[in-house]
């Protein structure tokens, strides 16, 4: 399951009135992530997400769930099951990326993507 795991300061609120639409493009794929929704508890966020690759649509949410001792957990929502396609893994590790571009006061702890380089700052309208 393709995921990226935070330590340390994770402010959910704070991350979705940051959040900017995530939407990348290449010659045959679109991906997008663009609707936010943060539970009462504040303790976990839904990014709803589409993977459209080679003709293929692949609708699913991206789910972030804060730690108990601070971090968070950055992975597909498991009541979703889209293939785990190179689209998916990309805007997971996108997503994981962002959160820790907006959280300074936290680290990657362990992950299974390629994440994007802290610098690239992909968003709403941006192209690969």
Do not use: Y
């Given at each position: 399951?393709?995921?990226v795991v935070l330590e340390g300061v994770i402010d959910l609120e704070s991350y979705v009135?940051?959040?900017e639409p995530i939407f990348l493009r290449n010659d045959r794929d679109v991906l997008r992530a663009d609707h936010i929704f943060?539970?009462?508890d504040t303790r976990t966020v839904l990014i709803e997400a589409l993977a459209l690759?080679?003709?293929r649509k692949q609708p699913f949410y991206v789910k972030v769930s804060a730690h108990d001792r601070?971090?968070?957990t950055v992975r597909i929502d498991p009541m979703t099951h889209p293939e785990r396609s190179e689209g998916v893994r990309t805007l997971v590790a996108?997503?994981?990326a962002d959160l820790l571009r907006r959280s300074p006061d936290a680290r990657l702890r362990v992950t299974n993507l390629d994440m994007p380089s802290p610098d690239s700052g992909?968003?709403?309208g941006q192209q690969r």
């Open positions: 399951m393709p995921h009135q940051q959040f943060l539970s009462r690759e080679a003709g601070g971090g968070a996108e997503i994981g992909k968003g709403e």
